[in-house]
């Protein structure tokens, strides 16, 4: 997305050049005079400083929710029949998604240990 943020910024720059160094016939003129309108209304000055920004916020805050919603879905993933279940996945699933309760008052840090897989019927 960056990436294409940064083609689009080029594009919108080099057709701004275009416009202001045009001094050809009346055609091109109002032409010119037309997509100056257009770029007013539109205001890409605004939106070339701030929609790069906005993106990157955007993909930032959406990591976090990935992490919950696949953390989520292991969760509620139940096997009827015994499986094996590594102990400390499952805890830190429950973490991710407890994490909102405990944000605003407690850090939590975890050092887990070498568990080996318990057999269990990962029930929710």
């Known amino acids: 997305m ?20 045009s001094a050809a016939g009346d ?18 000055a ?4 701030n929609v790069p920004t906005a993106l990157t916020r955007s993909r930032v805050g959406l ?6 919603v696949s953390a989520m879905k292991e ?9 094996p279940l590594d102990i400390n996945h499952a805890l830190s699933n429950t973490l991710i998604i407890a994490g909102a309760e405990y944000l605003d008052v407690a850090e939590v840090t975890t050092d887990f240990g070498e568990v080996p897989p318990i057999t269990s019927a990962q029930a929710r």
């Open 63 to 68: 990591a976090p929710m990935s992490s919950i």
């Open 2 to 21: 960056t990436e294409s943020t940064e083609e689009l910024k080029r594009l919108i720059e080099r057709y701004r050049k275009l416009v202001t160094d």
């Open 75 to 83: 969760f509620v993933r139940c096997n009827a029949e015994p499986a």
């Open 27 to 44: 055609a091109l003129r109002a032409a010119t005079e037309a997509l100056l309108e257009i770029d007013e209304e539109a205001d890409l």
């Open 46 to 49: 605004y939106l070339l400083e």
